[in-house]
């Protein structure tokens, strides 16, 4: 039988056997099996030679039972509605699992934000808030940044929700630059997030940080701050990729210079001659190997390949259901997606508090309290794991999907 490499109906799958474990029956199922909310809108959008693009945006909103959903807009031309539809049952699963008052939501555009001017991406992210506005909102559901868009594409966004509102809406959306209300430490969470999940899987396995071999698939925003700090902490980075190449040196590579080299979409591996593949620098012998680029990389074709003891996915589904099932029976520990990538809607949501406080925190204080987060889920979900003897990612969903569904039943929905 092929492989499933449908993220939506794969995702579906781990859900409803999640519901299954937790002894929910089928009615929760039907409610929770996909978005109770998406909306498609055409987004009009004057370009800079004069002529009119139309654009197709969308949000998707998974489940509200819980409050407010929440989560990115990414700028993408593989955008589809099937796409945003599971991505936004992720930031369920997220929100559940570091205990967040939210429910999942998601949003994006189909363009291309590497062939637009500046003036192009303000003009699309103004459209894509008007467009969307009556189902958005700081109560209603935040967006944030995600695939290729950043700080300065939510300033454009919630000035966009302010204006129309009349008054400045900080708690609109998350991932703001500092002095429009951000919070420290927002661009790195992600990144900081895996940093310390890898920590506590590095424990479970008796593996020193100093000193162990790191591979990272992706040098985009939670890639290259990731390959930083794992470089900083004394491990040995020999393998990154962006979506050209590879790049591998089995002494380590120099982060901080390719660092400087990337450009704003994570491209460096252009600027070398001895390259790699990506699926040659997935099989490298590592210790510690964390897709942080696309979906679907490890699959049945080359779960039997990887030569890790750890992978982390940092990335959003990289792994497919049956890879899954390989990896875990040949002993290796994997952290699945919806716990390792955590760390961004974590600061996110102390970004909205600190909205609508007023009243801003340390960068000290954001790193705590990210800490306590996520290391509290990481133990929840590892303890869950060996308690009934199932993965890590079936873990994750029983413990993600749990909040929303008592929420629900509670609400009297099922
Ligand atoms: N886009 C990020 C994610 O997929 C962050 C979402 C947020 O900060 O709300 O988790």
Redesign the pocket.
Known sequence: MAENLNLFTSTQEVIHEALNKLGYDEAMYELLKEPIRMLTVRIPVKMDDGTTKVFTGYRAQHNDAVGPT???VRFHPMVTEEEMKA?SM??TL?AGIVDLPYGGGKGGVVCDPREMSMGELERLSRGYVRATKSVVGPTKD?????VFTNAQIMAWMMDEYSQMDDFNSPGFI??KPIVLGGSQGRDRA?AEGVTIVIGEAAKKRNIDIKGARVVIQGFGNAGSFLAKFMSDLGAKVIGISDAHGALHDPNGLDIDYLLDRRDSFGTVTTLFENTISNTELLELDCDILVPAAIENQITADNAHKIKANIVVEAA?GPTTAEATKILTERGILLVPDVLA??G??TV?YFEWVQNNQGYYWTEEEVREKLYAKMIAAFDNIYTTAQNRNIDMRLAAYMVGVRRTAEASRFRGWV
């Not at 935040?142 to 995600?146: E, R």
Request: glycine share 20%; no cysteine; charged share 15%.
């Open positions: 929440k989560g990115g991505l992720w930031m997220k935040i967006p944030a940044p995600d998350t991932g992600t959003n990538s955590a961004g809607v996110s």
